[in-house]
């Protein structure tokens, strides 16, 4: 009777360490293994040190970064049927309008940035170039520029909005117009493919996010407030430029309208890792983790900001955002 007991507690006992093992497995997201997230170029260096803090504070995750433009990241997903755990995108309604609702729920914006014009020492006319003067600069015959590709990423398109608000800011639409036909072999898949270019010369100007900018050490001409898609006050006059670019189908077309920058982030569908990828996007988006890195690396929180998605977003994250007020 002793023995048949000492068994049945044997057995109680291996259950409960066997059951206790499985929830923490469940719900410990450092038991994941890996996560992988997509992300926008610009946000390479700010990442970088935010993976490594996650996986200091989850030994047992191992997280792998991949960087492209925004649009292609989402249609790593859309199109090619890639997992992927965190979604990040320079531009938040890539997520809206390219993953949302069938790749996606939700949506959390979650930093800013603006529009520069970098460059290095050796760029001709660098020693004269300004805010008066800079479109000019770059229409020049001596001079080369490049901007990143408008249909694969927000930058591409956030350069020629900036474009097109400086054709009416300097009523110089017959200078924009010249710009935009200006140097095309110099149009990249994404912005921060660009910096290969002015580091070697072949070009001597981009257009780059400050953020970018800073953290490659670059020279930067700041923009007008009224062409630089930084200001959320500035909102009504950026949406008065207008670009088409690729849509959610193949050989369809979009318009997307100038707005404030603000970048988003999602965890997708088909999510391998939900758990995992739910504790990545927590330490992102904390003010004295993931956010105070952004901040550190010159993109600034717009946290908490409204989404569309607020009823969407999971309970454990939906203080990092606000319900959106309807008129």
């Keep these: 009777m002793k023995s048949r007991r000492c068994i049945k507690i044997f057995i109680w006992l291996t259950w409960l360490v066997l059951s206790g093992y499985s929830c923490s497995g469940e719900n410990d997201p450092s038991s994941t293994g890996e996560l992988h997230i997509f992300h926008a170029g610009s946000l ?3 990442f ?8 200091a504070e989850h030994p047992g995750v191992k997280v792998y970064l991949e960087a492209a433009g925004s649009r292609t990241c989402a249609r790593k997903i859309t199109d090619l049927n890639r997992p992927c755990d965190v979604l990040a995108s320079a531009d938040y309604s890539v997520i809206n309008t390219l993953l949302i609702p069938e790749h996606a729920s939700w949506n959390i914006r979650f930093a800013s940035n603006e529009m520069t014009i970098a460059y290095h020492q050796l760029s001709r006319m660098s020693d004269r170039i300004d805010q008066d003067n800079w479109y000019r600069i770059l ?6 520029f490049g901007r990143s590709e408008p249909d694969a ?3 591409g398109y956030r350069a020629v909005l900036t474009l097109m608000l400086a054709g009416d800011y300097y009523d110089r639409e017959d200078t924009v117009g010249l710009l935009l036909e200006k140097d095309r072999r110099y149009i990249r898949p994404k912005e921060t493919d660009l910096l290969a270019l002015l580091e070697a010369g072949a070009v001597d100007y981009i257009f780059l996010y400050r953020s970018v900018a800073e953290q490659h050490h670059l020279k930067y001409l ?9 200001k959320e006050e500035q909102a009504d006059y950026y949406g008065t430029a207008a670009v088409e670019i690729s849509g959610k189908t193949p050989g369809s077309k979009v318009v997307k309208r100038g707005a404030p920058m603000v970048y988003g982030v999602t965890i997708p569908h088909n999510s391998p890792h939900p758990r995992g990828a739910l504790a990545f996007v927590r330490f992102l988006l904390d003010e004295k983790k993931g956010m105070a890195i952004m901040e550190k690396h010159g993109q600034p929180s717009v946290i908490p900001a409204p989404s569309d998605t607020y009823e969407k977003i999971p309970d454990e994250l939906k203080h990092y955002a606000l319900p959106r007020i309807k008129e």
């Design 48 to 55: 970088q040190e935010i993976a490594e803090r996650f996986q």
């Design 44 to 46: 390479a260096v700010p």
């Design 222 to 230: 700041l923009l007008p407030d009224q062409i630089n898609l930084k």
């Design 139 to 144: 229409a020049s015959p001596e001079v080369t």
């Design 153 to 155: 990423d927000p930058c």
